[in-house]
């Protein structure tokens, strides 16, 4: 049910709207995210250490803050995860998705 899953969704008070897929894996290949604030670069993001980044304003659970008006509290998620290449092939393979 909702509450159920509202309880186990929940950290430092705040209920995560994200849940995490089964597939979600920390990625092979070592990813970076290079953040400017206007012309000013900011602290490099190293993002392949864990499986997922929750991005939005509430800085209480977020991975990585945005403090523009126009995002919410829990804007979007960077996750990593096994795909497979087709329903063809059984090969796998590490995949970035974004969740928005």
Partial sequence: SGKLTEER??????????TEPAEARIPKTKWRLYPFK????????????NSGYLI??????VDIPA?????SSQHAV???GVARESAIQSAKRTAKYCIW
């Fill in 9 to 18: 969704n929940t950290y430092k008070g705040v209920v995560i709207k994200y």
């Fill in 38 to 49: 206007g012309d000013e670069a900011l602290q490099t993001m190293y993002i392949h250490r």
């Fill in 56 to 61: 939005g304003r509430e800085r209480k659970v």
């Fill in 67 to 71: 403090d523009h008006p126009s995002c």
């Fill in 78 to 80: 960077i996750s990593t």
